[in-house]
């Protein structure tokens, strides 16, 4: 067929970057390497609008192993070991249908783990949803909120590995556009580590896992309806996954890294065979020649373009040393796995498509992989931000009840317990969960050392959408704070950047923002980013999302025992609060909650305080100073000591407050209570550790406030002597334990 | 003391329980493959958890027809013990040697938490060093733990004393609301009618170190290795 | 009502049981597409309503229609007598 302009639009190609394809090849395209050059250029796989932010990220530290550019970061954590790490986002697809889009995440970021040699022993996700209750889209809403948590039920639970936390919440501004982001830790041996290349000429190159079908061929519908017969409805959208495939493919391939029989290895996930072929032999140097006749191929009659474009799930590629192929084949053959030679590493640096004897695409590998054009897109502030950004208090009325404010706020389902979501997962299998799911980050023990690691994702796409680059250090302090709160140093940090439509100068003004900000902090808080994903046109009916990065950081905790709870474990402990008192309510939940507004600048982060304090923790939990150790983050301090009581086994808490100077606005309890700032942590301590820790944080100069004791069947908190919201322990758990669930009572049976 | 700890395609708490018995409690263990016909001369043998065959078709029921399977029934007929956990507990049912079926659970859902179950019997190899009526605190992580048997076979399960675990609350009391899954008679395990073959949907290769919450489930595997040296 | 995966859509439960039944000797077997089925007693004044009926149900709640077919079939003489 021939190339004109209608088919060169609708494989989303600007006549720009088309001429540039032609400068490459030097004449015109076949179908077939159209199809190829338009999945490679495309926004997902080149990151053509987002590349030149992303140089500002810092990505180097002493303990980086890996960082951006292969399938996932490493860092090294001692005792011969590495973390590998990735955050991926499955937005789109679990919206079109939330079981396969979201399980089909939980696949490919577990690939992008075992590819590089580690074996994967934790998932967590960052999940956002539209508001549960809304009237016109809740229904919908919760329908999606349960088929995706059932998606990564389905798929980790299946293939056994614990997805031991994450998090979930909920703004009209993701009801047409959800985010699913999910996490992937693995560990391995540092001089095991695997790489995504083809190198030396004449070694074999291997297909194996799941058959080629017509899976998520992006090819618009009028192209391909010229090139071949069949139908918009023979080429789903929606991708299977199979978490029993993957499950051999898994531990076939990590049995096959064992040997030295290995050159390469890479997943085929987004466009498939083609950026695989062609991002391995960039990386190493080399061409590729295969034949797609020899792909394995579910259905009858696939052209090359629909198998170099196909993106079928469970599916890799590997490059063998010639002579060791006998090797390989027997070690997937004892998993019930067929590989399949399907070509061959050439020197010519190009990768070469065969259908049998016929050439159906010949293109330089490395332009192909590196060539995309990349883009300086427009920037600016988006107009009406000021007001936004300025929040009135004076016409609002402050709560009447503080106690009712609060249950209200421990119901509010960003903050109620996420324990029906996690439940669905199994967040102990392999034996390694020492945190569970629940509160703050969580903890796995590292078999084989006396280590664990802490993980936690943390986003605030409220913070964000107000104040793009604060929310970019807010996201950075918070996870790592989380991390630290755990005992564990954070050492290294993924991210995941969710924004709108990148040809709309306001988002890339988000995005660049928030990138300085994420940088920012990275840089003080000296955690490194070892790479991530950038998923951008998040949007729907031209309504964007809340700006949106996610934050996946780890930590390393070098005596697994010195873990810390994020709960009270006990009665008669001291309650300590670390950082300022107060908070602020712009942007706060309690705002949202009570007064439905989205307003204000939210509280700044200083980033050296920050970091005196994550060292604080870390140093008290190493030291076993601490009992517990939680973040005060959305819903402010009676929110956080609220979660303290009802998770833990010390009972309630009765504690005391100082008011602190602020405007006379009526809201002075309110920030007290429900406001939010960063750098704030409620910490438990036997009574004969509090000296000890007081004058930790005096050498820092961190403010540490002794507020009260564990125990009881109250949680009570008073301000210069009055009492001011008082609960029982047992009312408050009822809140906050079904202000979630209830939601999901009347969801019927899945499908 | 040898456990065979049996792989199908899809286990996935094979790594789990042989660490359990290998580095937590010292024993020696060996990974047999599916296709494996040869036991190697174990003791005991245990059929892991995890996801056998995708849990596709039916749970355990394509695992029960692996190769292996035959060589686990010989070894039960010979009198060896043999525990199946969790989808080792389905891989028994389907393969027919333990009785009843494992249907969705009430709420449908998949349920990972901690339970709380009461020793029945302690006249089995895998609860021999228990307590009657001791309380253990053992996690599950499944989604079809609902046991089922029909009323006459009910009745000759609790005649012949062959439920083996009960889900209670911490105190050892049964009741509806701490029935996880809607299992019948409270059931989270049982034994053949000779009491060498045990299964249960709890975890007790999760609960054997206090780091991770809780070493109750220590005491079914130090039964069997009591049962052996008595 | 049967309920299956549209016929390009992957089916791995279907492939998984056809290896199966490969491996017990059934070679013969060339497909396995694995589904549901679902009875329904609808009280309808035709068989022609009872189908419209079921349809629709099929459409809005037993049928995923994003990656899934069905197909209904009437029994009028079923429920008869109640």
């Keep these: ?100 889009g979201a399980a089909t995440g939980i696949g490919g970021i577990i690939r992008d783990i075992f590819t590089m040699g580690a074996r994967p022993i934790a998932l967590l996700n960052s999940l956002r949803f539209g508001e549960l209750g809304d009237s016109r889209t809740g229904a919908t809403t919760r329908r999606v909120v349960d088929g995706v948590v059932d998606g990564i039920a389905g798929y980790g639970n299946s293939i056994g590995i614990p997805t031991v936390g994450g998090e979930v919440a909920f703004e009209s501004s993701y009801s047409g556009n959800p985010l699913v982001n999910v996490f992937c830790l693995g560990v391995a041996h540092a001089e095991r580590l695997a790489k995504g290349l083809a190198s030396g000429e004449g070694n074999p190159v291997y297909y194996v896992g799941a058959k080629t079908g017509r899976d998520g061929i992006h090819g618009a519908t009028m192209a391909s309806a010229e090139f071949d017969e069949h139908s918009g409805d023979n080429r789903p959208a929606v991708q299977v996954g199979d978490p029993f495939m993957e499950k051999l493919l898994l531990e076939a391939c990590l049995e096959v890294m064992q040997t030295d029989a290995l050159v390469g290895i890479q997943d085929m996930g987004a466009a498939g065979l083609t950026c695989s072929t062609c991002e391995m032999g960039a990386r190493g140097n080399s061409g590729i020649e295969i034949d797609v006749s020899l792909v394995p191929q579910r259905e009858a009659g696939m052209t090359p373009y629909e198998i170099m474009l196909s993106e079928s799930q469970e599916r890799m590629l590997l490059v063998a040393k010639k002579g060791r192929e006998a090797e390989v084949e027997q070690i997937f053959a004892k998993w019930d796995l067929h590989a399949v030679r399907i070509g061959r590493v050439t020197g010519d640096g190009v990768l070469r498509v065969r259908e049998g004897g016929k050439v159906m695409a010949e293109i330089p590998n490395r332009e192909l992989a590196d060539g995309a054009p990349l883009y300086s897109r427009p920037i600016k502030r988006p107009e009406g931000l000021d007001d936004l950004r300025r929040l009135d208090l004076a016409k ?304 820092v100069s961190l403010p540490a406030l002794v507020v009260g004791k564990t125990g009881g069947e109250r949680i009570r908190i008073a301000v210069d002597g009055d009492v001011v919201a008082d609960v029982r322990l047992e009312e408050a758990g009822n809140s906050w334990v079904t202000g979630f669930t209830r939601h999901f009572e009347s969801v019927p049976w899945e499908q | 003391m040898k456990f065979a700890i049996i792989e199908f395609p899809g286990s996935n708490c094979d790594h789990d329980a042989y660490h359990a018995v290998r580095h937590v409690l010292g024993q020696q263990a060996d990974f047999i493959w599916h296709k494996d016909t040869d036991l190697r001369g174990a003791d005991t043998v245990v059929l892991p958890g995890g996801f056998s065959y995708g849990d596709y078709l039916r749970t355990g029921a394509i695992a029960s027809f692996s190769p292996v399977m035959d060589k686990v029934r010989e070894f039960a007929a010979a009198g060896g013990p043999v525990i199946g956990i969790c989808n080792g507990f389905q891989i028994l049912l389907e393969a027919g040697l333990l009785d009843g079926a494992l249907l969705r659970n009430r709420r449908l859902k998949f349920l990972c938490q901690d339970v709380h179950v009461r020793v029945e019997a302690t006249d089995t190899p895998f609860t021999a060093s228990a307590e009657l009526g001791q309380v253990l605190k053992l996690p599950i992580a499944h989604r079809e733990g609902n046991y089922h048997v029909v009323p006459e076979r009910l009745a000759d399960l609790e005649a012949n004393r062959q439920v083996i675990f009960r889900y209670c609350d911490s105190a050892g009391l049964t009741s509806d609301s701490v029935n996880p899954n809607g299992s019948v008679g409270s059931i989270a395990g049982i034994c053949n009618l000779r009491r060498n073959v045990v299964g249960l949907m709890p975890h007790p290769e999760r609960a054997c170190e206090s780091l991770l919450g809780s070493d109750d489930g220590r005491v079914v595997f130090e039964s069997a290795v009591a049962a052996l040296v008595a | 009502m049967f309920v299956t995966l549209k016929p390009s859509v992957f089916d791995p439960q279907g492939q998984t049981i056809l290896d199966a039944l490969s491996s017990l000797g059934y070679e013969s077997v060339r497909d396995v597409r694995q589904g549901k089925f679902f009875e329904l007693d609808v009280v309808a004044d035709s068989a022609q309503e009872a189908m419209t009926i079921s349809t629709e149900i099929a459409d809005k709640l037993l049928a995923n229609t994003v990656i899934e077919g069905y197909r209904v079939e009437v029994d009028p003489k079923r429920g008869e007598g109640d």
């Design chain 1, 1 to 100: 067929m021939s190339i004109n302009q209608a088919v060169i639009e609708t494989h989303g190609l600007t006549s720009a970057e088309y001429r540039r394809l032609l400068d490459i090849l030097g004449r015109e395209p076949t179908i077939t390497e159209l199809g190829i050059f338009s999945v490679m250029w495309s926004e997902h796989c080149s990151y053509k609008s987002s590349r030149l932010h992303l140089r500002r990220l810092p990505t180097e530290g002493p303990r980086v192993v890996q960082g951006p550019g292969e399938n996932a970061g490493a860092v090294d954590i001692g005792d011969g070991l590495i973390a590998v790490f990735k955050i991926e986002s499955h937005n789109h697809p679990s919206f079109i249908e939330p079981y396969q």
């Design chain 1, 396 to 699: 609002l009325s402050p709560p009447v009840n503080l106690t009712e404010a609060w249950l209200t706020l421990l119901a509010a389902p960003v903050i109620a317990s996420k324990r029906w979501v996690y439940r669905q997962y199994d967040h102990m299998v392999r034996t390694n969960t020492v945190i569970r799911p629940g509160c703050g980050a969580s903890v796995v023990r590292v078999k084989g050392t006396d280590s664990a690691l802490a993980l936690s994702v943390d986003g605030n796409g409220r913070y964000c959408y107000l104040d793009p680059r604060e929310g970019g250090r807010l996201a950075v302090a918070e996870a790592a704070r989380n991390v630290a709160c755990a005992g564990a140093l954070p050492i290294g940090a993924t991210n995941c950047l969710n924004f709108g439509n990148p040809e709309r100068p306001e988002t890339m003004w988000q995005f660049s923002e928030a990138v300085d900000g994420i940088a920012e902090a990275c840089r003080t808080l000296e955690i490194p980013i070892t790479g991530g994903n950038v998923s951008l046109y998040n949007e729907t009916d031209g309504q964007s999302i809340y700006p949106t990065p996610v934050l996946g950081v780890v930590g390393l905790i070098k005596d697994a025992t010195r873990a810390l709870a994020g709960v009270f474990p006990e009665e008669g402990l001291e309650i300590v609060l670390l950082g300022d008192p107060s908070g602020a309510l712009d942007g706060s939940e309690y705002l949202k909650t009570a007064h439905g507004s989205v307003q204000g600048c939210p509280a700044p982060v200083d980033l050296d305080r920050e970091r005196a304090l994550q060292s604080l923790l870390v140093e008290a939990a190493s030291n076993r100073l601490l009992r517990s150790a939680h973040d005060c983050a959305e819903g402010g301090f009676a929110v956080a000591l609220a979660e303290c009581c009802i998770e833990g086994e010390g009972g309630g808490a009765s504690v005391e407050l100082p008011s602190t100077v602020g405007p006379h606005d009526g809201f002075g309890l309110v920030r007290l209570l429900f406001g939010e700032a960063p750098t704030r942590v409620l910490v438990s301590v036997p009574a004969t550790e509090r000296p000890r820790l007081l004058e930790m944080a005096d050498a």
